[in-house]
């Protein structure tokens, strides 16, 4: 199994961003998808969530209205777009795969670095 996000990068305040999780070994589109960020001496916290069927989405509040998250089952890929980013969105991103019910099934991509500054 691998995740695999990218698009992190330093941004100024303001600015926008386009994070994507590739994913393989597993079959995609049977697992919730979400975005986590952990902040430098902050616990990690989930950011957005997508159902398999991408028909249902969930966001922490701090991010309503500025991130958008997506799938694309064909490509394995979970995008998470950010707008009208802010100096407390500076983290590392994670990408997580997760099936609840008998599985328990959770697995996670190494990070990627977002930085928000001017």
């Known amino acids: 199994v691998h995740l695999v996000e990218s698009g992190g990068d330093l941004v100024q305040p303001g600015g926008s961003l386009g994070l994507s999780c590739v994913a393989s070994?597993?079959?995609?589109?049977?697992?919730?998808m979400s975005w986590y960020r952990q902040a430098t001496g902050k616990e990690r916290e989930l950011v957005a969530s997508?159902?398999?069927?991408?028909?249902?989405?969930d966001y922490v509040d701090s991010v309503k209205g500025r991130f958008t998250i997506s799938r694309d089952n064909a490509k394995n890929t979970v995008y998470l777009q950010m707008n009208s980013l802010k100096l407390a969105d500076t983290a590392v991103y994670f990408c997580?795969?997760?099936?609840?019910?008998?599985?328990?099934?959770?697995?996670w991509g190494q990070g990627t670095q977002v930085t928000v500054s001017s």
């Open positions: 997580q795969a997760y099936r609840g019910g008998l599985w328990g099934l959770s697995y």
């Open positions: 070994g597993f079959t995609f589109s049977w697992y919730v």
């Open positions: 997508i159902e398999g069927d991408g028909e249902s989405t």
